[in-house]
């Protein structure tokens, strides 16, 4: 398969906003080929998703991870670090997908092995356009390793 060719992916979402939430979720459901978005609202939860503990014992682990950094219980920062340090989560594609435009969080992300750093644009569109453009590089253009054998 070419790596232009947008396949399905399944994606984290890891976002406590309910309308950000909302928007990556529509902008998924709209796109082709169609993409799994699973989501947590909270730190502890995007771990336990992803170490498959209560209540998440039979989610499939995620090829790409969306990350916000301002969650609750742990931040994405702890998180990104969490997944990092473990030798089974470390190849995961993580995006740093946040409103913080602070340097300091930036550099701290990259520090911490993030694979990039967007800043959520305010305005409806452009952040619908990012998500579809996440969603097609994600999905395609990017050779991340398939947490599913292949056929």
Known sequence: MPPHTVRPTRF???????????????????????????????GEAALRFLTRQSPYEQAERPEVVLLDLNLPRLSGHEVLAAMKA???????????LTSSEDGGDRRRAYQRHANSYVVKPLNFLQF???????????GGWDSHLPTAPSA
């Open 128 to 138: 619908q356009q990012l998500i579809r453009d996440l969603c097609d590089y994600w």
């Open 12 to 42: 984290l979402l890891a976002e406590d906003d309910d309308d950000h939430a909302e928007l990556v979720t529509r902008t998924f459901a709209r796109k082709e080929p169609a993409h799994r978005l699973d989501r947590v609202n909270d």
């Open 86 to 96: 473990d030798e089974e989560l470390r190849l995961i594609p993580v995006v740093v």
